[in-house]
T-cell receptor, first 115, second 110 residues
Framework: GAGVSQSPRYKVAKRGQDVALRCDPI?????LFWYQQALGQGPEFLTY????????KSGLPSDRFFAERPEGSVSTLKIQRTQQEDSAVYLC?????????????FGPGTRLLVL | RKEVEQDPGPFNVPEGATVAFNCTYS??????FFWYRQDCRKEPKLLMS???SGNEDGRFTAQLNRASQYISLLIRDSKLSDSATYLC???????????FGKGTKLSVKP
């Protein structure tokens, strides 16, 4: 079956540009997570949705980062006025429900480079 | 101090070797534990969950020591295809977001 998909796979932005990253979770998955992975590091949590509700955005590094999931399926992570330190791989993951033992399935990521 | 700390690596081992990775976590309220595998320029994929009683999946054995807040992964009879970065992961809250270690790179040589 189809896994988690993300688009675009690669994005090059000039400093100050706004970008939008899309995540299509596995159909029927209630929970959706965004993570940021810098080079040589493990993924770091950004934000979490249960259906359309954003239950935790404690990991968003600044108010330039905004995420939404208006209909409880597709999610968009938006970064305004991009900075060089935003360069990273942005990973989306989904899970069937919000139980702590539930497996999270990751998408291939969007590799963002800010020049 | 990071919430999840792993051996720095890299581990360079010959085929057939046994290799062990260790990990410690700082939050005693952590509820679930995993090892994920990440190939170069790919997404993380679940390798195995880790249970208090220890668990085994083929050549892979994971152990958890809650008292010491320590997690381990043992790989026996290493294959070339085991070359990857192994991420130690914990979940400290019921809502499910994962906390990753930095990862340990394993390179299995012929």
């Amino acid at each position: 079956g189809a896994g988690v998909s993300q688009s675009p796979r690669y994005k090059v932005a000039k400093r100050g540009q706004d970008v939008a990253l899309r995540c299509d979770p596995i159909s029927g998955h209630v929970s959706l997570f965004w993570y940021q992975q810098a080079l040589g590091q493990g993924p770091e949590f950004l934000t979490y949705f249960q259906n359309e509700a954003q239950l935790d955005k404690s990991g968003l590094p600044s108010d330039r980062f905004f995420a939404e999931r208006p209909e409880g399926s597709v999610s968009t992570l938006k970064i305004q006025r991009t900075q060089q330190e935003d360069s990273a791989v942005y990973l989306c993951a989904s899970s069937l429900n919000n139980h702590f033992r539930e497996t999270q399935y990751f998408g291939p990521g969007t590799r963002l480079l800010v020049l | 101090r990071k919430e999840v700390e792993q051996d720095p690596g890299p581990f360079n081992v010959p085929e057939g070797a046994t290799v062990a990775f260790n990990c410690t976590y700082s939050n005693s309220a952590s509820q679930s534990f995993f090892w994920y595998r990440q190939d170069c320029r790919k997404e993380p994929k679940l390798l195995m969950s880790v249970y208090s009683s220890g668990n085994e999946d083929g050549r892979f054995t994971a152990q958890l020591n809650r008292a010491s807040q320590y997690i381990s992964l043992l790989i026996r009879d290493s294959k070339l295809s085991d070359s990857a970065t192994y991420l130690c992961v914990v979940n400290a809250r019921s809502q499910g977001n994962l906390i990753f270690g930095k990862g340990t790179k394993l390179s299995v040589k012929p």
